[in-house]
Each structure stands twice: as C-alpha cells, then as structure tokens.
C-alpha cells in the first residue's frame, strides 16, 4: 500500500470526513480505522480494508459492527501499550509500505493527543512516509524547504508555520503576504509565522535546518 488513510477515533465532523473520502480516496487507497474510528464506517458506502485497535472504547454498538467486518483485516492489540491507537495504526501502515497517510480524527478536544500526532508527523517523516492531520477547518504536515505552495490548491486562506525541534535558520517566505527573508524562527517569535497568506499564484517556502510545521486553516 502506498496511499493509506487512516480514521481515528478523535472527534470527526461527519459531513467533512464523507465528503474528503468522496473526493480523495482512489482505487488504491486503503482504509485503516483505527480503534474506534471503526465506528464511522457503519452506515457508509465504505468500509475499512484493515482494523486496528484494543477496541476497549467502541459501544456496543460498534462492537457489534465490527464482527460483521469480514472482509476487514482486524489487528487486535494489547491495551497496555506504548503508542496510541492512532500511531499503532501508522506504524502498520508504514510497516505495510505506505508513503503517505492521511489522518482524519486526529484533532479534537485532547490538546495531548493532537500534540503526540505532531510528534508522530516526525516519526513518520524518519521511517520515510508524509503524513497530514487533517479535519474541517486545518491541514497540517511538514514540508521541507524549498515547498511550492499554489493558491489555487490551498486548503484555507491562512497559513501558519511553526518550528518542531528547536531553532530554525534562513527561513525565507517567497509569495506571501508577509514575507520573510533568512529568518531565524524561534518557538519564542513564533506569532510572527501565524495566520500568514499566500499573495501569488506560487509561494515558496525555504529554510536551512530543523523540522517546519506547515497549517493551513480556514476560519
């Protein structure tokens, strides 16, 4: 599998998840649920081509929807474990070979667990695969320098950048309304990066070292 996404079991706004599948999902994706996101298939044209989950948190109706999945791969895990859910669910993905993953559930009310799926960006970025959190109203991934960002693909008006791992140098912004040129971005200055917008038909983003958070929001 090189395209994966994967349904989390965080908060999903339904009509936007549908809509994103109905639009994005090719012939080759696969489908992953990841623990309770199971529990969004039901009632659906799709259904997950893989499970993946301890499944502790699904009602009993969803429990119920799940046995009747078989055609699905259900991976079972032990509810004592060092990854979330979510992660277990990218780490098969990776493991199976995908290159990029998309996340729908991943935001939601828990600042914690939005906060490990940034980590899990750079994890996934060090086992060579492009993940995207995405949900109705944010996109966001890491992008390296040198990233073309065209108006007329962006995902909302705004776009904000934040540095992952410290101190980034030379961070220059090329086609946006606020441009910057050879920048030092710290985690104390990052304000200056936010709610930006691109201004030409190609923005270019440019940087010398670190790891660069990319969102584009919409209000």
């Known amino acids: 599998m090189k395209d994966v996404i994967i349904v989390s079991g ?73 990854d979330s859910d979510t992660q277990s669910a990218a780490n098969f993905a990776i493991d199976r070979g995908a290159e990029k993953i998309v996340i729908l559930g991943a935001t939601g009310n828990r600042i914690d667990h939005l906060m490990a799926n940034f980590g899990l960006l750079v994890h996934g970025r060090s086992r060579g695969a492009d993940i995207i959190l995405i949900d109705q109203w944010n996109y966001m991934k890491l992008i390296s320098s040198h990233t073309i960002l065209r108006k007329k693909e962006q995902f909302g008006k705004y776009v904000s950048f934040f540095s992952l791992e410290g101190d980034l140098p030379g961070l220059t912004l090329k086609g946006f309304k606020y441009p910057l040129n050879n920048h030092c971005l710290k985690a104390s200055d990052s304000g200056l990066t936010v709610s930006n917008e691109i201004a030409e038909e190609e923005a270019i983003v ?14």
Do not use: C, H
Not at 19 to 45: C, H, M, P, S, Y
Not at 58 to 79: C, F, M, Q, V
């Open 10 to 82: 965080g908060t999903i706004q339904r009509d936007f998840a549908l809509d994103f599948l109905q639009k994005n999902k090719q012939k080759n994706t696969r489908l992953i649920a990841a623990d309770r996101g199971v529990e969004f298939f039901e009632g659906t044209e799709w259904k997950p081509d893989i499970a993946v989950g301890d499944f502790d948190s699904l009602s009993a109706a969803g429990k119920e929807y799940l046995a009747t999945l078989t055609d699905t791969e259900i991976i079972y895990l032990k509810p004592e474990k060092d």
């Open 206 to 219: 440019e940087y010398e070292a670190g790891t660069l958070l990319m969102l584009m929001t919409r209000d």
